[in-house]
């Protein structure tokens, strides 16, 4: 059971892993920046579904709300730990 539990993020497919990345260092240099966290979450959502929009208009990718949400759950690994902190 805890084998399986652990092998889990094999199966995340490798372009949600880099939509998460991407979160994770927009959120993290924009705290580095001294944004405040209400600023980081409004602009991690804006970059977020900014990519995918850029990919529908520019034919680069297909939209994909999956892709924005892994994004935004890349970015909440950098915001929770920070406004908790508060």
Do not use: C
Not at 2 to 19: A, G, S, T, V
Not at 26 to 40: C, D, K, N, Q, T
């Amino acid at each position: 059971m805890l084998n399986k539990l652990l092998r889990y993020p094999e199966k995340i497919p490798k372009d949600k892993l880099l939509h998460a990345l991407i979160g994770t260092v927009a959120a993290s240099i924009m705290f580095i920046l001294g944004f405040a966290w209400l600023v980081v979450v409004s602009a991690s959502i804006t970059l977020a579904w900014g990519i995918e929009v850029h990919q529908m208009y520019t034919k680069s990718g297909e939209y994909d709300n999956y892709d924005a949400l892994a994004v935004m759950v890349g970015a909440a690994i950098v915001i929770i730990p920070m406004v908790v902190r508060i």
